[in-house]
């Protein structure tokens, strides 16, 4: 059974910083191109970054040169290091293989909520 174990989220303020972590089992990560959502109240899930089997990365436009995604397949776990966070990046935070890779996924875990507010 394919899980993933969202953490690291938190209550942070305008510029503050955050490192996410997402554990996986069931799955062996390294063969997968991995990726990070985010879900804000009321809107669609939207892709926020995706890192390929090796160390290529990809960023929405709305994160780029803030969010830094990785992996540590020896831990089966991603990470999405955040900083100069906006209010605007107030979402619950997830993980997944990438759907636009492999197609629209059924499972996903609870994530971890990012709130910014001052």
């Known amino acids: 059974q394919v899980q993933f174990v969202e953490s690291g989220g938190g209550l942070v303020q305008p510029g503050d910083s955050l490192r996410l972590s997402c554990a996986a089992s069931?799955?062996?990560?390294?063969?997968?191109?991995m990726a990070w959502y985010r879900q804000a109240p009321g809107k669609q899930r939207e892709w926020v970054a995706t890192?390929?089997?090796?160390?290529?990365?990809n960023y929405a436009d709305s994160v780029k040169g803030r969010f830094t995604i990785s992996r540590d397949n020896a831990k089966n776990t991603i990470y999405l290091e955040m900083n100069s966070l906006k209010p605007e990046d107030t979402a619950v935070y997830l993980c997944n293989i990438d759907e636009r890779v492999y197609g629209k996924r059924d499972t996903w875990g609870q994530g971890t909520q990012v709130t910014v507010s001052s």
């Open positions: 890192i390929s089997r090796g160390i290529i990365t």
């Open positions: 069931g799955i062996a990560i390294g063969i997968y191109v």
